[in-house]
């Protein structure tokens, strides 16, 4: 069995960080498998070296280690835009020219605009351009994106399920999150895309990440099965949150690791608190 700690770069650990990580060496270590550590480093505009190297420190300190060479997303592009042109060949992408002031216009036009547990959905506006229209643009427009047609995704795989070990099993829902994006003309890859593809590259067999990324588990599964890769089993786990009950954030720097240890707090604290 294999797990994986997948921070992003953009900021110091805290508490939160640091319950994941916790679960996800704990499920390893229990069944006398590997934990993996992995940098989602796409987002070159807020990633900074210095926080790769924190991390690292944070994790030794309280007491985790990991297989091999951390993992950098940014050394897979290649792999990203391998799988967009899979997803191209399957007619399940669109290019999208939206704005986000488009978009946020043609939702509160549309009486009944779509929502989603993360708020409103895009409206599909460039999935109704026809093949011509598509053509004269993307000849004008480079900041494009490119969606997942989610209608069309789910109409190629059929039904689908996941297994979560404390939510259950669950159906997937292709509309839940709409058409998400898949890849930008920035940043040639999502979340979305990336993830799967690097569970599938490091043989990821237990995937372990917070509740509020429960939805996204339903897009996942598509892309799974859209470019036949393995299914991993998932473990959602409820968040730490403050006193007022909302998730911990990079920007509350009382909750760093870096700042509980030069409070005088130590790993067993730590280790204490998350429990």
Not at 152 to 168: E, I, K, N
Request: aromatic residues 6%; charged residues 20%; contains cysteine.
């Amino acid at each position: 069995m294999t797990t994986r700690f997948a921070p992003s770069p953009t900021g110091l650990l805290h508490l939160g960080h640091a319950y994941a990580a916790i679960v996800a060496h704990k499920l390893a270590h229990e069944a006398n498998g590997t934990f993996l550590l992995r940098f989602e480093d796409i987002d070159h505009s807020r990633v900074r070296e210095e926080f790769y190297a924190a991390i690292e420190s944070d994790l030794r300190w309280i007491g985790l280690d990991w297989t091999g060479t951390p993992l950098r997303q940014t050394d897979r592009l290649p792999a990203y835009a391998a799988a967009i042109e899979q997803l191209k060949a399957a007619q399940v992408l669109y290019p999208c020219f939206c704005t986000r002031r488009d978009i946020a216009e043609e939702s509160a036009r549309i009486t009944k605009a779509p929502h989603g547990p993360e708020g409103p959905l895009y409206p599909g506006t460039c999935r109704q351009l026809s093949a011509t229209q598509r053509s004269d643009l993307l000849a004008i427009d480079t900041a494009h994106c490119w969606r997942l047609h989610a209608t069309a995704a789910s109409q190629l795989t059929g039904p689908l399920s996941f297994s979560d070990q404390l939510h259950g099993t669950a159906p997937v829902d292709p509309s839940l999150l709409g058409d998400v994006i898949l890849a930008r003309k920035d940043i040639a890859t999502s979340y979305h895309l990336a993830v799967v593809v690097d569970d599938a590259f490091q043989q990821i067999s237990l995937v372990t990440r917070g509740e509020d990324l429960l939805p996204s588990t339903h897009v996942h599964r598509l892309l799974q099965s859209l470019l036949h890769l393995p299914e991993p089993s998932y473990h959602h786990h409820p968040l730490i949150t403050d006193a007022q009950g909302q998730r911990l954030a990079k920007r509350d720097e009382s909750k760093t690791l870096q700042s509980l240890r030069a409070s005088g707090q130590t790993p067993k604290n730590i280790l204490q608190t998350v429990a």
